[in-house]
């Protein structure tokens, strides 16, 4: 629900008046979030069920509050309106701004952990590891499946930091029902894929901001083969595909969502370590994946 700006007395009062009650019968305030600086602060809340959330922007600039699945959009908030939305399902919501993108920022990245038991505001650094920080986002099942259908799952844990350019299940759905599910069933050539998609290190979304200021760079991946990100406007690209989402952060990396599947180069094998030469990555489709899925497996050979 969208909120007129209010008088900062009355907007006292209006939290005061938003509580809920709990299973337990105890009251519980509103979790709020400020808008300011183009950010959200904090970028990470942990609730419980039943919680609501109150978004009160306090920037000069209007922004957004928009849930990347559709769930909740605020609309335009203009200084000093609020929003909020009551969580009742257990999951990771990840959310952004949809206007007044910058030329220097990327989306502003927020996310909502719905979990029960646990409440309060967290930075998601010390929670979970990239793979369980994965598990727990409803928009990454696709991949989450696909890695533990691997042997990465150990190394993500057990190593790091990474950072995790993560396809949400919107970019598995474009590659079709089919291809998806030779990808899950076929092991050796799901892991060259996957490692595709994770780098050494950790690079927040204004970490990339700032090295592509210049133009393009490049970062080497698990496979051993590199990842060209570039920027266009306010957005930030990894090959073709966008990253709609940044800094989702976990204890021992990070992970930003992607809107396409990326394949690596063809006849690549992992390496044991990155190569020098960028090779640009390029969105998966239909064709592509599917004919590596039905060639003669090539078992990885690198440390992962």
């Not at 780098?199 to 133009?215: D, I």
């Not at 496979?223 to 090959?239: P, Q, S």
Request: negative net charge; aromatic residues 4%; glycine residues 8%.
């Amino acid at each position: 629900m969208k909120l007129k700006r209010l008088p900062a007395g009355l907007l006292c009062v209006l939290l005061a008046c938003l509580c809920i009650c709990t299973v337990s019968g105890q009251m519980q305030a509103p979790v709020a979030v400020e808008l300011r600086n183009s950010t959200y602060q904090p970028p990470t809340v942990t609730v419980e069920p039943g919680t609501t959330v109150l978004w009160t922007n306090y920037d000069t600039l209007s922004h957004s509050v928009t849930s990347m699945t559709g769930i909740f959009d605020s609309g335009e908030l203009e200084t000093g309106e609020s929003f909020n939305y009551t969580f009742t399902e257990p999951g990771t919501y990840t959310y952004g701004c949809r206007i007044n993108q910058s030329l220097e920022s990327t989306r502003m990245p927020g996310r909502v952990v719905v979990s029960a038991g646990v409440a309060g505001n967290m930075t998601g650094t010390e929670a979970d590891t990239v793979v369980q920080t994965i598990e727990a986002d409803q928009n990454l099942t696709v991949l989450s499946q696909a890695l533990n259908a691997t042997n990465l799952t150990a190394n993500l844990t057990a190593g790091g930091p990474f950072t995790v350019f993560a396809p949400t299940d919107t970019a598995f759905a474009a590659l079709g029902n089919e291809t998806v599910e030779a990808l899950l069933n076929d092991t050796a050539n799901a892991t060259p894929i996957l490692q595709y998609h994770v780098v050494p290190g950790l690079y927040t979304g204004q970490q990339l901001m700032n090295m592509t200021a210049g133009g393009n760079t490049t970062l080497p991946t698990l496979l051993g083969e590199n990842v060209t990100i570039t920027r266009e406007g306010g957005e930030l690209l990894i090959g073709n595909a966008t990253i709609n989402a940044t800094d989702i952060n976990a204890d021992n990396g990070i992970v930003h969502t992607i809107d396409a599947v990326l394949m690596p180069p063809a006849n690549v094998t992992p390496a044991q370590e990155p190569a020098v030469n960028a090779t640009p990555a390029a969105a998966v489709t239909e064709e592509t994946i599917a004919v590596t899925v039905t060639e003669e497996p090539t078992e990885p050979q690198g440390r992962y």
